[in-house]
């Protein structure tokens, strides 16, 4: 592991900042901050995972999309470093940093590697924002401690027939004693593969409808068992598995919050979750313009560097100028999450116009680089790959409409 960048993460994770903008003063005196003004702690992060990504990720890239497998050594690395208890506080470990600074490491991850920031991605905006929010101390001292230190989560709750319609789902869960009995199959399940703590919703009431659905904590060895790991399209590294139970047995102290209340808990999360896929849009659509801009400017045709033909600039301006908008949507969202204002609204349209310029800034890098962009050469078609997953997990882009035209409706209606 680089030397330099396990020193900054020692920096970062031992940072005892302010928490409050240090852009306070300039409001004071009159001056907004832009989006684009960050805290000291947000910047180092930024620059700090930005070289972690380049120097320790990126050598790895290519392997891990053919092998279909995170490499151990980066997994490891990312848990040295810090980024996996991000909001986590100092006392379990973590690196009690602010929600953008988790959204600005999503996004530089993703600028090398999509595949590395989604994993990173749903383990702190799903699995640990869960154990912050909703768990017990004896539950986060157990749990959320070692998931910021050397543990992976998973975040189980589609199923077959419930992805969009989550709340349709069948996994039941029956007390017996002192503890639950949980069947059922959970499926698309980001880090099911390596993970070892599991956050299981299960239905304890069918007749109640959704108003049964409760989250659990169930660890690896009480049973739980991979029924499939998925050869995807994109973002191979990042592990999607088919996940069983069978009669899995889990103590009654391991319900996560309250009974009845899962079907709150996962709303509110996947809402702080699509600004995260929001930030690893951005960092994708910017990673495959930062790939391909080079070769435009190395190849000549017609005596010509082809990034000086006029169409090519327009071009280049077009989608560099949406990508920035993606990217202040997301930090927008973001921002308004910590401060408290509402931003449901907000963290769909981030997800949903973050996925629409990734697709078509990574569609675009290959046609800039032609034949080379078809090929394996440069790591546009990966990108390509890869930005296909945001128009679907986390909410598709129709879900993503509907929640937007639901919360625009009564300003009108």
Known sequence: MNRIWKYSSKSIQNLKLNRSFSITSKCLEGQLP??????????????????FAKDVIGPKVRSM?????????????????????????????GAEASFTSAIVTIEELAKVDPGVSATVDVHNTTVQTMFKNYATKEQALKYAAPLATSKLGSFCLSEAGSGSD???????????????????????????YEAD????????DPSKGYKGITCFIVEKDMGIKVAKKEKKLGIRCSSTCVISLDNVEVP????????GKGYKYAISILNEGRIGIGAQMVGLAQGAIDSALPYTFQRKQFGQLIGDFQGMQFQMAQ?????????????????????????????????????????KASAMAIEWCGGVGFTRDLPVEKFYRDAMVGQIYEGTSNIQLQTIAKLLRPKYA
């Open 34 to 51: 832009s989006l684009h003004s960050f805290t000291e702690e947000e910047n180092m992060f930024r620059e700090a995972v930005a070289k």
């Open 65 to 93: 999309d053919e092998n279909e497998m995170m490499d151990k050594e980066i997994l490891q690395g990312l848990f040295d470093n810090g980024l996996m208890g991000l909001e986590v506080s100092s006392e379990l470990g």
């Open 166 to 192: 989550a709340f349709a789902l069948k996994t039941r869960a029956v007390k017996e004693g002192n503890k639950w009995i949980l069947n059922g199959s959970k499926m698309w399940i980001t880090n099911s």
């Open 197 to 204: 703590t599991f956050l299981v919703f299960a239905n304890v």
């Open 252 to 259: 009654e102290e391991n319900v996560l919050g309250e009974i």
């Open 319 to 359: 989608i560099q100028t949406e990508i920035e908008a993606a990217r202040l949507m997301t930090y927008n969202a973001a921002r308004r999450k910590e401060q408290g204002k509402p931003f449901i609204m907000e963290a769909a349209m981030c997800k949903l116009f973050s996925a629409q310029v990734a697709k």
